[in-house]
């Protein structure tokens, strides 16, 4: 009862017609469905993920392959992984090549050498990260 | 073509028919973006923050629970989308002293005096929007353009019906208390205006 006297007496019922709205501009809906196109990722602009990390991966990929070449490097007393499995699953004409320690005798990395790797290493994550962080912004 | 209704559209949507949600964004363009004009209170802005708010609806169409009605979840984007950007401003837009046109300048756009008079209160509201607080404009619009309940409203803004019933009644007081000035100094132009046109038979 109370609320239909304050209507009676509210004057913005005089100057409000809820008929007479602001009405969305020419052109919204195609805008708004084109931005949701592309957001679903069937516009051309969406880079799919593994294409936009395609360069990383790769270089990750390689990384891991040497670091795993290294490891099962064969040593000289035949000990190796890889020798192991060669004679237990007995593939015949295995042959892999022995590193020559000698050719790296009297070859040394100065100090600084393993402090920029791992500055250059450090610098790396920090671009991909930033890289990410900006991507996700635009 | 009929409308079958705002679930029907989601659940085509949430099933990979992309062109459905156009469907959804047809029905409710006009009265989100009323609501973000009204808060936002210029035309580049709202057009800005609905399709924001419709693209945001999109991302979290899933997480709709069908709860509450698809446009109460709808407005509510809206609503906190068009508040963040006013509060996020760098340059608040510029609120004159006095509502700056009268009933005559309406009346050069239009010969039609009813649609000069509908054209004139359309424009002091705005005006009058424009001097209150961000959360009020929105109150303010719910109420009167979508003529929401106090519980829809509360659902919208996330105040509490309590508060809500505070604020809609502070709004419509300095609503009123504007557009009555407003009024006053137009009565006096016109007067003005009138005893002006009189000729002079001295």
């Given at each position: 009862m109370n609320n239909q006297k304050n209507h009676e007496k509210d004057i913005l019922k005089e100057y409000i017609d809820p008929e007479r709205i602001e009405k969305a501009p020419e052109?919204?809906?195609?805008?708004?469905?084109?931005?949701?196109?592309?957001?679903?990722g069937t516009g051309p602009v969406k880079e799919r993920l593994l294409i936009r990390n395609l360069v990383p991966a790769l270089a990750v990929l390689i990384t891991i392959s040497l670091v795993a070449f290294v490891i099962l490097l064969p040593d000289t007393n035949g000990t190796s992984l890889i020798r192991a499995i060669a004679e237990k699953t007995g593939?015949?004409?295995?042959?892999?090549?022995?590193?020559?320690?000698?050719?790296?005798?009297?070859?040394?990395?100065?100090?600084?050498?393993?402090?920029?790797?791992?500055?250059?290493?450090?610098?790396?994550?920090?671009?991909?990260?930033?890289?990410?962080?900006?991507?996700?912004?635009? | 073509m009929e409308y079958k209704g705002d679930i029907y559209y989601i659940d085509l949507v949430l099933r990979g028919n992309l062109n459905a949600f156009s469907f959804i964004i047809d029905r409710h363009k006009d009265r989100m973006f009323n609501l973000a004009f009204r808060i936002c209170g210029n035309r580049e802005e709202a057009e800005e923050v609905a399709q924001d708010a419709f693209l945001k609806a999109f991302r979290s169409l899933k997480s709709?629970?069908?709860?509450?009605?698809?446009?109460?979840?709808?407005?509510?984007?809206?609503?906190?989308?068009?508040?963040?950007?006013?509060?996020?401003?760098?340059?608040?837009?510029?609120?004159?002293?006095?509502?700056?046109?009268?009933?005559?300048?309406?009346?050069?756009?239009?010969?039609?005096?009813?649609?000069?008079?509908?054209?004139?209160?359309?424009?002091?509201?705005?005006?009058?929007l424009q001097k209150i607080g961000d959360e009020e404009r929105g109150i303010i619009t719910l109420h009167y353009y979508d003529e929401l309940s106090i519980e829809e409203m509360s659902a919208v803004t996330g105040i509490s019906r309590a508060n809500i019933r505070v604020k809609l009644f502070r709004a419509r007081?300095?609503?009123?208390?504007?557009?009555?000035?407003?009024?006053?100094?137009?009565?006096?132009?016109?007067?003005?205006?009138?005893?002006?046109?009189?000729?002079?038979?001295?």
């Amino acid at each position: 009862m109370n609320n239909q006297k304050n209507h009676e007496k509210d004057i913005l019922k005089e100057y409000i017609d809820p008929e007479r709205i602001e009405k969305a501009p020419e052109g919204f809906l195609l805008k708004t469905m084109a931005r949701v196109r592309i957001e679903a990722g069937t516009g051309p602009v969406k880079e799919r993920l593994l294409i936009r990390n395609l360069v990383p991966a790769l270089a990750v990929l390689i990384t891991i392959s040497l670091v795993a070449f290294v490891i099962l490097l064969p040593d000289t007393n035949g000990t190796s992984l890889i020798r192991a499995i060669a004679e237990k699953t007995g593939i015949a004409g295995v042959s892999l090549p022995q590193l020559n320690m000698d050719l790296l005798s009297g070859f040394s990395f100065p100090s600084i050498v393993s402090y920029l790797l791992i500055g250059i290493f450090m610098l790396m994550l920090f671009d991909r990260v930033l890289s990410i962080f900006f991507r996700r912004n635009a | 073509m009929e409308y079958k209704g705002d679930i029907y559209y989601i659940d085509l949507v949430l099933r990979g028919n992309l062109n459905a949600f156009s469907f959804i964004i047809d029905r409710h363009k006009d009265r989100m973006f009323n609501l973000a004009f009204r808060i936002c209170g210029n035309r580049e802005e709202a057009e800005e923050v609905a399709q924001d708010a419709f693209l945001k609806a999109f991302r979290s169409l899933k997480s709709f629970r069908k709860k509450s009605t698809f446009s109460t979840w709808l407005y509510r984007i809206v609503y906190n989308t068009s508040i963040s950007l006013v509060r996020s401003r760098k340059n608040k837009l510029l609120s004159l002293e006095d509502f700056p046109a009268d009933m005559i300048d309406f009346m050069r756009i239009t010969p039609d005096e009813d649609e000069a008079e509908r054209e004139y209160k359309n424009s002091l509201v705005n005006f009058a929007l424009q001097k209150i607080g961000d959360e009020e404009r929105g109150i303010i619009t719910l109420h009167y353009y979508d003529e929401l309940s106090i519980e829809e409203m509360s659902a919208v803004t996330g105040i509490s019906r309590a508060n809500i019933r505070v604020k809609l009644f502070r709004a419509r007081q300095k609503m009123t208390e504007i557009i009555r000035t407003s009024e006053k100094k137009e009565n006096f132009r016109q007067s003005t205006l009138h005893t002006s046109n009189f000729p002079n038979h001295e």
